[in-house]
């Protein structure tokens, strides 16, 4: 495993730890991405590459996927 695309900041913070705890390293060898770019993933060691994704945005396009299937 060389990368790990996770669903949100927890889950990658997550990842982090576990390869923490089987002595993976992270940085450099394997990369770990998170999407939401919460604050606390500021304090991640080593830092967490993130994807923010805006709410707003991804509203707009659910309401105008959900009312197109109307």
Known sequence: M???AA???E???AALAGARVLGAAVSGERDVIGVDDIPTTS???PPLTTIA???TNAGRHVVGAVTGAL
């Open 7 to 9: 669903y949100n900041e």
């Open 43 to 45: 304090r991640a060691a």
């Open 53 to 55: 994704f805006g709410l």
């Open 11 to 13: 889950t990658a913070l």
């Open 2 to 4: 060389t990368a790990v």
